[in-house]
């Protein structure tokens, strides 16, 4: 997906997953959802995947390429199946602003919802901070 | 896997000329400003590529996608008018879209780069693909 080769960049230790999104449930507002993950180098790009978050059984994978300071990928999520949304997966992508020192993301993502029992796209904010080395 | 949009349509060849039209904060007025392209979509193993057609601004737009069902994730790249308002800047970014059961119309939003007086920043807005005819020359000019 990059548009020019980079330098391959390291992401090291564990890395703080954060993004927005409108609950669309009645009375609903913003909520965040928040995982620890990690990042590894994998083809031409980088994977991301948690390793804990703040509801049990919820997973987030995402693959980025890095053009310069932007970042680009897709992700997919698995709730959890006991949570409020019942194990749905979510897929969508996002587009990041890196900055220099490589340790903070920041942008917003674009997926699917529900609104009103039918399916609508939505975009929200989305952050990856580097959480220890 | 549960999707949300729990479909299983099986998206069928797209062809004919589309109109994407994506939606961006504008700079002179308040509200929206609307991108247009006419555009062919050509089918792959997974999803879809788009492409512009020529136009008298020399715009360009291109995009790919894969399908899950009756949603399409992707990415895009725009290289706007060179005599326009963003002087030939090159736009990249991400999209989504929901294809409609008749499979005329998709509709969805873009995140992309932009710029705020010199800064970089992350964008979002409306995009829509409509099925729009069989041949250009019988279609209103954009």
């Not at chain 1, 609903?28 to 509801?55: A, L, P």
């Not at chain 2, 949300?4 to 002179?28: A, D, E, K």
């Amino acid at each position: 997906m990059a548009l020019t080769t980079n330098d391959i960049l390291k992401f090291p230790g564990t890395w703080h997953c954060r993004y927005w999104y409108p609950n669309t449930k009645p009375g609903g507002r913003e909520e965040t959802s928040e995982y620890t993950v990690k990042i590894d180098r994998h083809d031409d790009g980088y994977v991301v995947h948690s390793i804990g978050s703040d509801v049990p059984e919820a997973h987030l994978e995402a693959r980025f390429t890095v053009d310069g300071s932007l970042v680009t990928g897709t992700f997919m999520e698995n709730s959890s199946p006991s949570g409020e949304w019942e194990g749905m997966t979510y897929k969508g992508a996002f587009q990041l602003i890196m900055n220099d020192e490589h340790t903070h993301m920041e942008g917003m993502w674009v997926a699917a919802g529900y609104n009103n029992g039918k399916p609508k796209v939505f975009t929200g904010h989305w952050e990856l901070a580097q959480a220890a080395e | 896997m549960k999707l949300v949009t729990s479909s299983n349509m099986q998206v069928g060849p797209l062809s004919g000329i589309w109109r994407c039209s994506y939606y961006f904060p504008s700079n002179t007025h308040n509200g929206d400003d609307a991108s247009s392209y006419y555009v062919r979509l050509e089918r792959t193993q997974d999803g879809f590529v788009l492409h512009s057609l020529p136009n008298a601004q020399s715009a360009y737009i291109q995009a790919h996608c894969t399908l899950d069902a009756n949603l399409a994730t992707g990415v895009w790249l725009e290289n706007t008018a060179p005599q326009g308002e963003f002087q030939g800047k090159m736009y990249s970014g991400v999209f989504q879209v929901i294809i409609s059961d008749d499979q005329k119309h998709m509709e969805g939003r873009w995140v992309g780069i932009g710029s705020d007086h010199g800064r970089q920043k992350i964008y979002e807005g409306a995009w829509e693909i409509t099925y729009a005819g069989e041949v250009l020359k019988d279609l209103p000019e954009l």
